[in-house]
């Protein structure tokens, strides 16, 4: 059983040396030849370990379900310590005064955020959110760190939205039909887009790929239009970063103030688009983009109601912070940040520690809690299982008022359901949904403890569903100076969230029961 775990991690590897190698092309670009050194050090162990490992444990079998799961927590647990490395080595070899020139003409900061790579622990955190698609962060004066750094924080969000996993079952051919079955839905929604599993993970990619493409010009063509005085090769850096970013969810940014950066209100109006894309699944996606089926807009369920609640939502957080008269443009500020913690994308254009308590509850509640849709690059519990409770919910009530013989079917995602079959939908989703809520609770109950006493209950229900449900937005609680424990706590949870939970709980239960069965 373990040779079968590690021999399947160790395929991850090769994939991660190689995901760092990239940044180097961007470091030869740029001309930073330590944060070159630093990928190429980092890249080249990294595969190199993976396929010794692989290589001595090929004749590993395959794996079964429960080590499927297995492998997606212990995977992806290897992917985010093993992608520190670069930030760490960086850290360490790049001169103070070679630091000290990335930091742009005139700011009002003197030290490169680099310095703060130095410690371990942030590696681990930057890196964490940027594969789990998050966009918390340690480098929080972002150009300090270099165009390389830049660039390899934004690929990670990239190619952790669409799974490496799913990536590896697209590159790793031979992977017999049952086993890329049980890894793809240990990872992915589950959801098919061809008959076989391996054409599915790299028609996911395709889809991926072309939106980001498609997205990139999208905003470097907006970028120049609406600031036309802007550098084009900024211009065309940002952009490439951005569409990694929006596409994934992520939610890094290569400006100071994330998307305030621009300190332009028609910018932020472009983003919007990006954002909601990301938040969609990539399943509707491909229906959409290649089989052409444009109903599926509104036809699909998580499609349809991710619009509309982005709309309601987005005025009514507008009103409660006008009602609040805590920020200046309650509406540009309310509809961007809304859009952002659903989608769970967590690009910032207000300064949400100054929110009312009233504010902060909402866009929690209504947003970051639930996510975007299942099958994307999202966090949080996912439109789908929300639609699916309050569908339960009316169903339950309704049969109240039905006879002792009536048994009616349900009607869900254009799919009938007999009353056991709801009802064991409705047992997954319940039990997901509460201990999700459970890890948000018990994560807010230590933010409360170690955070700083200029930060209130509302920040620490806020900074923790963003971290469980890879949003990003922060309340300000998240920086280099905060407590080790809540920043390893934020890890874990980012770690959890990104995979559903569920592999995690039973990576703890082979930690302390083995693989024997126990008796309830």
């Known amino acids: 059983m373990y040779k079968t775990i590690i021999k399947q991690i160790s395929s991850l590897l090769i994939i ?51 080590q499927s799961l297995i492998i997606a927590a212990l995977g992806w647990l290897s992917i985010i310590i093993m992608g520190a490395i670069p930030y760490f080595v960086i850290a360490h070899i790049t001169p103070l005064e070679v630091m000290t020139e990335f930091i742009p003409a005139g700011a009002s900061y003197s030290e490169s955020s680099i310095l703060n790579f130095k410690n371990i622990l942030h590696c681990i955190f930057e890196s964490t959110s940027a594969f789990t698609t998050t966009g918390l962060t340690m480098a929080y004066h972002e150009p300090s760190v270099g165009k390389a750094i830049l660039f390899y924080r934004c690929f990670s969000q990239w190619v952790g939205g669409a799974g490496f996993i799913v990536m590896a079952l697209a590159v790793f051919k031979h992977i017999p039909g049952q086993s890329a079955i049980l890894l793809y839905g240990s990872e992915a929604s589950g959801t098919k887009l061809k008959t076989n599993v391996i054409e599915t993970a790299r028609s996911i990619w395709k889809v991926y790929f072309i939106i980001t493409i498609l997205m990139f010009f999208y905003i470097a063509i907006g970028t120049y239009f609406i600031l036309p005085d802007y550098p084009l090769a900024e ?100 509809i961007f940040q809304f859009i952002s913690a659903l989608s769970t994308t967590g690009w910032q254009t207000s300064a949400i520690g100054d929110w009312s308590d009233l504010s902060i509850l909402f866009i929690v509640a209504a947003a970051m809690l639930i996510g975007g849709s299942a099958g994307g690059t999202v966090g949080g519990i996912k439109i789908i299982r929300a639609l699916l409770l309050q569908k339960g919910l009316r169903w339950h009530i309704n049969k109240i008022f039905l006879s002792e013989n009536t048994i009616k079917s349900v009607k869900f995602n254009n799919r009938y359901m007999m009353p056991a079959e709801m009802n064991e939908e409705l047992a997954r989703s319940g039990i997901f949904t509460l201990i999700y809520l459970l890890f948000v609770f018990a994560s807010t109950m230590l933010t409360v403890y170690y955070m700083s006493d200029d930060f209130s209950l509302a920040d620490a229900l806020f900074e923790a569903a963003s971290a469980q449900g890879t949003v990003g937005l922060s309340s300000g609680i998240s920086d280099p100076s905060m407590s080790p424990i809540l920043e390893t706590v934020y890890i874990l949870q980012m770690w959890a969230g990104r995979i559903e939970i569920i592999p995690v709980l039973v990576l703890v239960r082979l930690f302390f029961y083995g693989t024997k069965a126990r008796k309830l």
């Open 235 to 334: 211009n065309l850096f940002d952009a490439i970063n951005h569409a990694m970013a929006g596409q994934s969810t992520g939610g890094f940014s290569t400006l100071d103030d994330s998307i305030a950066g621009y300190h332009s209100q028609q910018m932020e109006m472009l983003f919007l688009l990006p954002m909601l894309l990301g938040g969609l699944s990539i399943p509707f996606l491909y229906r959409f983009i290649i089989l052409k089926k444009f109903s599926e807009v509104w036809n699909d369920i998580q499609t349809r109601a991710i619009l509309i609640a982005s709309v309601v939502g987005g005025i009514v957080l507008s009103l409660l912070l006008m009602q609040s008269g805590t920020v200046l443009e309650p509406f540009r500020e309310g």
């Open 16 to 66: 991660l040396g190689g995901v760092m190698l990239v940044p180097g092309l961007v470091a030869i670009l740029y001309k930073e030849w330590y944060s070159l050194l630093g990928f190429a050090t980092s890249g080249i162990l990294t595969s190199g370990l993976g396929y010794v490992v692989y290589k001595l444990l090929s004749k590993a079998q395959e794996p079964k379900d429960q």
